[in-house]
């Protein structure tokens, strides 16, 4: 006689997401424990999401949902269903031309290492687009939700104050042309 | 499933060491509340923020019942002197409340002071207090205004956030299922100020309201957080009719010296500790009886 129930384990422990990543559909089947960083890297390939605490302290893992940030690590896979991710790797255009937040950080030397760097920049597109001209005040305390070892952070400052004027001149062009 | 032995050691080898779960995901308060009843062990799961550093502490359960989808509980109102704030409420969605913001101020410039901004858009209040972590601040700054949780489909109805920390309550002793969190009230009514400190994190913070009492003047509630000790509620009920004859020193130093020992831990000794708290009570009760040169 089986003990197994007429559910296998397998299909008992499972969840399909469905998402949209990086403007792209996703359909997949994970574990119900499965994390949003898993989910990411493992089923996604999307290695631009770091894992790093794994406590939603580091933000190196930081991602977009519904245009917000959160920390992958900490997220269940489950929560992303019918939502709208976005990672590093949907920065820059298709053609590669970096985006104004990754040139800024380029031009300011936001990153020495640049493990960290993905995070900052995700949470760097999610303040220009709740504020496109923020405050030195404001910029620190969205920059203190991740940590950077390399840095000292002065230099990661710079690079947003850098990024909102990159975004806005870039979008005065778009307006003139 | 999991990679490393629970009790090995407090962090899990890697993210894929998380040991799964049967997953329900209801859609009214009504289907969670039936679930919860159905498996009375499952774990409520509402922005995971803490739970998965639970998970990754040790926890395995069965089940896991995540109310994200339940809108009902996501609901702020301020009706006939008694904020009411859902439980699935955001840090960053409270601080930003009209609800709040118009019924008492301070308590929405306190929770959007909390954590970090990726923890305020993500984190929610039933989580906040259900973790019954000590460091963390919703339950020292809605204990200090009198906050009552209240549960449906378990076998309480309302319990005041302080109890959080009773000895001997349900809480530690499994006395019994608490059910489902759906939202926490505040009377509003009777407040005449409240405020919150935080400059000493993490050696003390104090979140401290001053009410009308039923019977005759003042109630002075504060409480005071640390990183490693429970919060500690401290209480004086003064004879003024109005805020502004009480004396911040004098009330401060009554407040203060009602931290018992235990308060006192390896980043401050009970005296500092109760020096420290008295300064920030003198402080807060400076503003809010307007007169800031009694801050002693």
Redesign the interface.
């Known amino acids: 006689m089986s003990l197994e129930s007429p559910e296998s384990s397998e299909e008992r422990f499972a969840h399909k997401v469905e998402f949209e990543l990086n403007g792209s559909p996703e359909r997949h089947c994970v574990p119900t424990s499965a994390t949003v960083l898993d989910l990411l890297r493992n089923s996604c390939g999307k290695q631009g999401v770091r894992a790093s605490c794994e406590r939603s302290v580091c933000g190196a893992c930081t991602v977009l949902v519904d245009d917000l940030p959160v920390a992958a690590c900490s997220t269940f896979a489950f929560d992303v269903d019918g939502t709208r991710v976005e990672t590093v790797e949907g920065l820059a255009a298709q053609d590669g031309t970096l985006s104004a937040q990754q040139q800024a950080f380029r031009e300011c030397g936001g990153f020495q290492c640049g493990f960290c760097t993905s995070g900052m920049l995700m949470l760097t597109t999610a303040l220009l687009r709740q504020n496109p001209q923020p405050e030195r005040d404001q910029i620190r305390e969205w920059i203190s939700s991740n940590t950077c070892r390399c840095t000292g952070y002065e230099m990661i400052l710079e690079s947003v104050e850098r990024a909102a004027e990159l975004a806005s001149a870039k979008q005065q062009d778009q307006v003139s042309e | 499933?999991r990679g490393q032995k629970l009790g090995a050691g407090l962090?899990?080898q890697?993210?894929?060491a998380?040991?799964?779960?049967?997953?329900h995901?209801p859609t009214s308060l009504g289907e969670a509340v039936a679930l919860s009843r159905q498996h009375p062990k499952a774990v409520i799961?509402a922005g995971?923020?803490d739970l998965?550093?639970q998970?990754?502490e040790g926890l395995e359960p069965e089940v896991?019942i995540?109310v994200?989808r339940i809108k009902e509980l996501r609901a702020i109102k301020n009706d006939a002197g008694v904020l009411r704030i859902g439980s699935m409420v955001s840090h960053a969605e409270a601080s930003r409340s009209h609800e709040v913001l118009s019924s008492v101020p301070a308590l929405a410039a306190a929770w959007g002071s909390i954590a970090?901004?990726?923890?305020r858009?993500?984190g929610t209040l039933g989580g906040n207090l259900l973790s019954r972590r000590y460091r963390y601040e919703m339950p020292v700054i809605l204990s200090a205004l009198g906050g009552q949780m209240l549960f449906q489909g378990g076998d309480v109805e309302a319990l005041p956030i302080s109890s959080l920390w009773d000895r001997d309550s349900l809480w530690d002793r499994n006395l019994g299922n608490v059910g489902i969190l759906t939202a926490v009230t505040v009377d509003t009514a009777s407040l005449l100020w409240f405020g919150y400190e935080r400059s000493m994190r993490p050696v003390s913070t104090v979140s401290l309201a001053v009410r009308k009492d039923p019977v005759a003047g003042l109630t002075v509630s504060a409480v005071c957080g640390s990183e490693y000790r429970q919060p500690f509620l401290l209480s004086h009920t003064a004879e003024a009719t109005d805020i502004t004859e009480l004396d911040p020193v004098s009330v401060g130093g009554v407040l203060a010296v009602q931290l018992p020992d235990e308060a006192g831990d390896y980043a401050g000794s009970i005296d500092y500790r109760r020096h420290l708290v008295g300064v920030l009570c003198r402080r807060l009760l400076a503003e809010a009886t307007g007169n800031k040169g009694k801050e002693g």
């Open positions: 499933m962090i899990a890697s993210q894929s998380l040991p799964p779960f049967t997953l995901r799961a995971c923020s998965v550093a998970f990754r896991l995540s994200q970090t901004v990726r923890i858009y993500r």
